[in-house]
């Protein structure tokens, strides 16, 4: 579904969030990758949003299921003349070795997974992401603002056929089931854009 939806959408997606881009996740970014250091997992690294962001500490990679939307980070890597490693992986079943990276971080990628895909994705970070290592999510959740939330309700259709995304997700929720710790989760955007950092335990 994701590939799918993804396949049809690369050459556009940058130019469909450039007003989200400048107005609302550029200024969070950073924050993503503030202090993590050595191996990182960039998760679902889209079209490299983030890349301008990395830390010169940390040894970047980018994965992702669409080879549409890799062609496109690929591009940006070149273009910002960034050392990271770019790889066709799907989250859920990502082939790394246990304990390979220090820290995770996915950016808008839960919101695109279907509910059963919460939990393996969760679990699969866990298992390659080392004992005190931390996974960091940037998530749109509804908000409880009736107002707004009436209008996120009628962005709802649109978001879903073009990005494959839902603003229900309930990822913090499978967190522990993945045996993972929470250690923070906080709005970075009003109260539809939360950042969830959890922690694999050791
Ligand atoms: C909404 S985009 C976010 C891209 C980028 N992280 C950003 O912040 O702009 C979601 C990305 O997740 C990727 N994706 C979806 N399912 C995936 C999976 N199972 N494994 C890896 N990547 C996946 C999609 O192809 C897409 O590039």
């Known amino acids: 579904m994701a590939q799918k939806v993804y396949r049809s959408i690369a050459r556009f997606y940058d130019l469909l969030d450039l007003p989200f881009e400048s ?3 550029a200024p969070i970014r950073p924050e993503m990758f503030a202090g993590l250091s050595g ?3 960039d998760a679902g690294v889209g079209t490299g949003r983030n890349m301008p962001f990395y830390p ?3 040894r970047v990679t980018g994965i992702d299921l669409s080879p549409a939307m890799l062609v496109r980070a690929t591009a940006r890597r070149d273009r910002l003349a960034r050392d990271v490693e770019l790889l066709e992986r799907d ?3 990502s082939g790394f070795a246990d304990d390979h990276f220090d820290a995770a971080v996915a950016t808008f990628l839960f919101c695109v997974l279907d509910d059963a ?3 393996p994705a969760l679990t699969e970070l866990a298992r390659i992401v080392r004992p005190g290592g931390e996974i960091r999510m940037l998530e749109y959740v509804y908000s409880k603002n009736p107002r707004k939330r009436f209008v996120m309700r009628l962005w709802a259709p649109w978001v879903r056929l073009v990005y ?3 603003f229900d997700r309930r990822t913090e929720r499978y967190v ?3 045996g993972l710790d929470i250690v923070a989760h906080r ?3 009003e109260d539809i854009i939360k950042l969830i950092v959890a922690r694999v335990p050791g």
């Open 117 to 119: 895909l919460q939990l």
């Open 176 to 178: 522990p089931q993945a």
């Open 23 to 25: 107005r609302r996740y």
């Open 56 to 58: 010169p500490e940390t």
């Open 187 to 189: 709005f970075l955007y």
């Open 91 to 93: 989250v859920c079943d």
């Open 164 to 166: 494959g995304a839902a």
């Open 39 to 41: 191996r990182v997992l």
